[in-house]
Nanobody, 120 residues
């Protein structure tokens, strides 16, 4: 089995910062791309940022210059550093990882989500 466990969400004032973590564990041979998505109330889930196994990154226009995605391949952990947070960043943030399990193939896995609330 594979698990993705997120942490680091919470309540922050506008202009503040948060760092989300996503730890992958279980029967993992290799973690391929990792990403962060978010879903605000009444809205569809949207892509925030992705990072490949080689370290190439992609960001949604709404977070460029404010958010930074990174990963630690040694510990199978992904991170999302969020700065200059705005009320419109309020959402449940989900970690996603494409993971290769030896002999079984590659599959997408999701974390349980962590709430980020930006409010004064």
């Amino acid at each position: 089995q594979v698990q993705l466990v997120e942490s680091g969400g919470g309540l922050v004032q506008p202009g503040g910062s948060l760092r989300l973590s996503c730890a992958a564990s279980g029967n993992i041979f290799r973690v391929n791309a990792m990403g962060w998505y978010r879903q605000a109330p009444g809205k569809q889930r949207e892509l925030v940022a992705t990072i490949t196994s080689a370290g190439s990154t992609h960001y949604a226009d709404s977070v460029k210059g404010r958010f930074t995605i990174s990963r630690d391949s040694a510990t199978n952990t992904g991170y999302l550093e969020m700065n200059s947070l705005k009320p419109e960043d309020t959402a449940v943030y989900y970690c996603n990882a494409n993971i290769y399990r030896y002999g079984l193939g590659s599959y997408d896995y999701w974390g349980q989500g962590t709430q980020v609330t930006v409010s004064s």
